[in-house]
């Protein structure tokens, strides 16, 4: 990977070149300098996901006894709409609490084996390594890092796939919401004469909800959670160039991964298109100009006729990888820009 980011500065508008990266993508591993790093965030952001998945895929609504509850309100019936949602709520609360680790103070080890303290996000701790100084040197230097930032963006555009597919979600937390408003609440608080605080409990409650009512309100949420802190390091740190580096090069590792068959299971396959489309919509969102513009690096026409030739990895028809093109549509921040050029747009909007 040593000549990636020389190469990918050679710009030729939306025809960009594609370096031949030698860098295995799906079967990178950490080294002993990355490790300690890698596990911290492995175990917080990486390895509760098939589980968060799990629980998203086999979600059950609480619709028919929300509709009875409403249309006849008895005591009854409400007893049972408010039992059928309170699983649904402790999934969203997952959810919501799985998003927030993006942000908990944690320490880490760097690589001189010095423990720091660190109130930023994992997220940005996982940046910091690969932007920080010569983009080049630390993605050849720590690839488990980069490998760890993959399965972070894979699972993103998995969960909001799954998100955008439960429509009856958000209308099921809404009757969790309206009910609190009435007085109704799950967990108990003891104050220090140990009687239960019903006023504090309530309020705990309902901030909650507030919370969580606005992470679910996007379509694509887990996205929108790592735009944003993205954003804020970039801006904190001013380091766009650098992201944007970096992002390139996980954007040329994934699409040569698989236009070069270096992935011929269907299932890396999928993996390797979803990152690599999850990766051109941040790029689009930090760099000013966007991806689709002609000082882009990133060659969005071989991107999209690579998405289009997926039958050709035989990656299932159901699989989420057949949200490849929308999510890049409709997640874009620049494709319809007056400098976006009307070829590139018109491929993508076509699609």
């Not at 009856?168 to 239960?196: E, I, K, P």
């Amino acid at each position: 990977m040593g000549q990636l980011l020389s190469n990918l500065n050679i710009r030729n508008g939306t025809d960009a070149m594609v370096p031949d990266v030698a860098f295995d993508i799906e079967n990178a591993t950490p080294g002993d300098e990355e490790l300690y790093l890698y596990n911290q965030i492995s175990s917080m952001l990486v390895q509760p996901a098939p589980e968060l998945l799990h629980q998203l895929s086999n979600y059950q609504s609480a619709s028919e006894f929300i509709r009875t509850a409403i249309a006849s309100p008895t005591q009854e019936n409400e007893n049972r709409a408010w039992e059928a949602v309170l699983p649904i709520v402790d999934k969203l609360r997952d959810f919501y609490e799985y998003a927030a680790e993006l942000d908990p103070p944690f320490e880490i080890l760097k690589a001189d084996h010095n423990f720091l303290s660190f109130t930023e996000d994992c997220l940005p701790q996982l940046l910091s390594m690969l932007c920080s100084g010569d983009v080049n040197k630390n993605l050849e230097k720590y690839r488990g890092l980069t490998k760890l930032f993959a399965e972070i963006l894979d699972f993103v555009f998995e969960f909001d796939y799954l998100k955008m597919r439960n429509a009856s979600l958000q209308n099921d937390f809404s009757y969790y919401r309206r009910m609190l408003q009435r007085g109704r609440y799950t967990n108990s608080t003891v104050d220090a004469n140990g009687q239960q605080s019903d006023m504090r409990n309530a309020m705990i409650e309902d901030e909650q909800a507030n919370r969580i009512s606005l992470f679910i309100a996007y379509p694509t949420p887990m996205l929108k959670c790592v735009i944003d802190t993205t954003a804020n390091y970039v801006v904190k740190h001013n380091v766009q160039k650098s992201v944007c580096d970096c992002l390139t090069a996980v954007w040329a590792s994934c699409f040569l991964a698989v236009s070069k068959k270096r992935s011929q299971r269907p299932e890396a396959a999928a993996f390797c298109l979803k990152v690599m489309v999850v990766s051109i919509i941040l790029y689009d969102h930090i760099d000013p100009h966007g991806a689709f513009s002609k000082q882009s690096p990133i060659n969005i026409k071989n991107s999209v006729k690579l998405i289009q030739a997926i039958n050709v990895f035989n990656i299932p028809q159901n699989s989420s990888a057949s949200n490849l093109m929308p999510a890049l549509r409709y997640n874009s921040k620049h494709l319809n820009d007056d400098s976006t050029p009307k070829g590139v747009k018109n491929l993508v909007m076509a699609t």
